[in-house]
T-cell receptor
């Protein structure tokens, strides 16, 4: 199956700093990448959808100025959490897909555990 | 009403038994449904998807879809301790213009298979 990587897998930072998370599709060109956030014992919540070369579409309630998404190429998307605070501590997961079928499969990255002190 | 609902469990079954996981959805426009397995601290992995009414079998797993009742289920036959995980049901919410539709996830059902 298709492989999606994320880096870093785990990051601890101080409150007020910015953190960048990378999502890469290793063996396919991802027309669309998704960013999710998962709090403990909660489900995955979609934060935003990004297509290569265009601005990301953010879900309601997600601050686009705080969560900056750049999908610069068909194999790389980045999520930058700006001025992170402890409430941003979460498990961030990206997924990637291609094609336009009505039953597209999203391939998930391994996730990034962010802890803000 | 949440868009995709699952019983959070935990659901406990003995090894070798059939585990039955259920999911309901509210958006009749949803066309495709996915079952993911998520181990603690890991990202979800796809088990199977279904988009036609009826049953779809893949090895020990059978997905069932009833669009009239807005109900999706996953049966796991001959359950193994290694099947112990949280199972997420997701509905594909259609398209965004020319790009992909997005998945709406339920909160997941925690399954525990006892040896």
């Amino acid at each position: 199956g298709a492989v999606v990587s994320q880096h870093p897998s785990r990051v601890i930072c101080k409150s007020g700093t910015s953190v960048k998370i990378e999502c890469r599709s290793l063996d396919f060109q991802a027309t669309t990448m998704f960013w999710y956030r998962q709090f403990p014992k909660q489900s995955l919540m979609l934060m935003a959808t990004s297509n290569e070369g265009s601005k990301a579409t953010y879900e309601q309630g997600v601050e686009k100025d705080k969560f900056l998404i750049n999908h610069a190429s068909l194999t790389l998307s980045t999520l930058t959490v700006t001025s992170a605070h402890p409430e941003d501590s979460s498990f961030y997961i990206c997924s990637a897909t291609w094609g336009d079928s009505s039953y597209n499969e999203q391939f998930f990255g391994p996730g990034t555990r962010l802890t803000v002190l | 009403q949440k868009e995709v609902e699952q019983n959070s469990g935990p659901l406990s079954v003995p090894e070798g038994a059939i585990a039955s996981l259920n999911c309901t959805y509210s958006d009749r426009g949803s066309q495709s449904f996915f079952w993911y397995r998520q181990y603690s601290g890991k990202s979800p992995e796809l088990i199977m998807f279904i988009y036609s009414n009826g049953d779809k079998e893949d090895g020990r797993f059978t997905a069932q879809l009833n669009k009239a009742s807005q109900y999706v289920s996953l049966l796991i036959r001959d359950s193994q301790p290694s099947d112990s995980a949280t199972y997420l049901c997701a509905a594909l919410k259609g398209y965004y213009g020319g790009s992909q539709g997005n998945l709406i996830f339920g909160k997941g059902t925690k399954l525990s298979v006892k040896p």
